[in-house]
């Protein structure tokens, strides 16, 4: 339980983290990750507590590699749209 619990509270700081990105951004679709991430946690721990542990932690570490990646891939688009802004800005 204890380690379903850790993996719990990962997610929890990524869903924060991409919260707080999002508000800097002002970007919608990352506060909606946010969201879809938190009821994949919710929905996760119901499971974890009606069918056992190994099916919720199973369940856990796939939300959370799924968050992990989401804020990749996010902080790679943002990334790469300061990248063109940047070179749109030299070109002027």
Known sequence: KQNVRDHAAAIE????????????L???????LADDLEQ?????????KGA???????DVQDIRQRAKQDVQLMS??????RDVAMAIIEKI
Do not use: C, F, H, I
């Open 52 to 58: 056992g542990d190994q099916l919720g932690k199973s």
């Open 40 to 48: 994949m946690l919710a929905a996760a721990r119901k499971k974890a």
């Open 26 to 32: 002002k970007a919608k679709p990352l506060a909606k």
């Open 13 to 24: 700081e990524a869903v924060r983290a991409l919260r707080q990105r999002a508000r800097e």
């Open 76 to 81: 790679n688009v943002t990334e790469k749209q």
